[in-house]
């Protein structure tokens, strides 16, 4: 119903940035609400970012807020996540989301997200 597909992710030092891009298809691909996970290595996967399909309600982790932007492209139902300032912490797989609820209601947690890319590494050298 709906596919999701990352790109983007690589090698950097730490202070570089980097930035990824979510293709979403299918028919309601657009009309759905979109976020970023990241899962390290032996870790669970946690929440980086989220933003509704009019880009008017935007969510942050603390530990990103400041440093990533998230960003969508409704005509190329597209969504990006601009990571400035990386730590070697942000070391991940990071996955894109999609959810069929309201990010006004429900939580944030993995459970609340029903789509999900194939993940992307992103790797921080210190």
């Known amino acids: 119903q709906v596919q999701l597909v990352e790109s983007g992710g690589g090698l950097v030092q730490a202070g570089d940035s980097l930035r990824l891009s979510c293709a979403a298809s299918g028919f309601i691909a657009s009309n759905l609400p979109m976020g970023w996970f990241r899962q390290a290595p032996g870790k669970e996967r946690e929440f980086v970012a989220a933003i509704s399909l009019s880009s008017g309600t935007i969510y942050y982790a603390d530990s990103v807020k400041g440093r990533f932007t998230i960003s969508r492209d409704n005509a190329k139902n597209t969504v990006f996540l601009q990571m400035n300032g990386l730590k070697p912490e942000d070391t991940a797989v990071y996955y894109c989301?999609?959810?069929?609820?309201?990010?006004?209601?429900?939580?944030?947690?993995?459970?609340?997200?029903?789509?999900w890319g194939q993940g992307t590494q992103v790797t921080v050298s210190s």
């Open positions: 989301a999609a959810r069929a609820t309201s990010l006004l209601s429900g939580t944030m947690g993995s459970r609340s997200w029903s789509y």
